[in-house]
């Protein structure tokens, strides 16, 4: 119960903050987003990545476990779809909800609050590869394949994370010792990414408009989303053989929602933005409830 209050009640005070700020103040949170974006997750990023570097099985297994969830989850997805009869547009925005897991202001946040500083440098690895399928896959996937692979790649570049990335292993080969005194002030300021993100995302949802009709072909892919694909990242971080937190940390990705910029997506393509957005969102408002059993599975 203490880790769960620990996780979750600070995730969901500044998410409600933000959500209230939203509603009220009409906030557009695109400047907000763009701080951490571009500044603060990048600096966290390298810091944590020189501080605790990563062996290269621990990267190897993140990415393992991720990158069959994204295949596994688009398998289920295309073959529902088939059953179905979804058209399109209606699998691609299936598609990006279940293959874009919301990382930067979900899951570093509430990790950092569960696991602490040690698993810092998991869960930004993880952010890093969730934001290359995003800005890769993802905007393949909305343009339904209006673009090539590798052009949506190109948009990966635009973003520092990748650069953080290579700076932290440059220091690393290089064998440079930075001063403690800079990485300590990088670390704090890098951490104000999480908390921010957290605010953020609270604004953003107060921008998605409740339709408040649930069709049958948004229950049934909330159920895949909320339910099935959760299923599928816990069953794979057990078979791959994670231990301790390694464990702990792909078990908590698995109960991630979807992440709001794969709204922005489907707006830009007409990917049947008003089905993701009632995705997103009850994805968001189920993702605790998978969360708080998984704590209280981690901390029993």
Request: hydrophobic letters at 55%.
């Amino acid at each position: 119960m203490t880790l769960l209050l620990q996780a979750l009640l600070p995730f969901f005070g500044l998410a409600g903050a933000g959500y209230l700020l939203g509603r009220l103040r009409h906030t557009d949170p695109a400047p907000l987003t763009d701080l951490c974006l571009y500044v603060l997750m990048p600096l966290l990023l390298f810091v944590s990545l020189v501080r605790n570097p990563l062996s290269g099985g621990e990267a190897a297994l993140i990415l393992g476990w991720f990158a069959l969830m994204v295949a596994l989850a688009s398998g289920l997805v295309l073959a529902a779809g088939r059953l179905a009869g979804w058209d399109r547009a209606t699998r691609s925005s299936v598609l990006l909800s279940t293959t874009n897991l919301n990382v930067g202001s979900f899951g570093v946040p509430v990790v950092l609050f569960a696991l602490g500083d040690q698993a810092l440098s998991q869960v930004m690895l993880l952010f890093v590869y969730s934001n290359i399928a995003a800005g890769s896959l993802g905007v393949y996937i909305a343009a339904a394949g209006r673009q090539t692979l590798l052009q949506a790649l190109a948009s990966v570049f635009r973003l520092p994370l990748i650069y953080a990335v290579g700076l932290a292993l440059l220091v690393h080969t290089a064998g440079l010792a930075l001063p403690p005194a800079l990485l300590a002030s990088g670390e704090a300021i890098g951490k104000t990414g999480p908390l921010v993100s957290v605010a953020v995302l609270g604004i953003q949802l107060a921008n998605i408009p409740l339709r408040g009709q649930l069709t049958a072909t948004l229950a049934g892919c909330l159920a895949l989303r909320c339910l099935a694909v959760p299923a599928l990242g816990v069953g794979l971080a057990l078979a791959l053989g994670a231990e301790g937190q390694l464990l702990h940390l792909l078990l908590l990705g698995a109960c991630l929602p979807s992440a709001i910029n794969t709204l922005l997506l489907a707006v830009r393509f007409d990917t049947r933005p008003e089905l993701l957005g009632g995705i997103l969102l009850g994805s968001t408002l189920s993702s605790p409830v998978a969360i708080a059993l998984v704590l209280a599975w981690m901390g029993g």
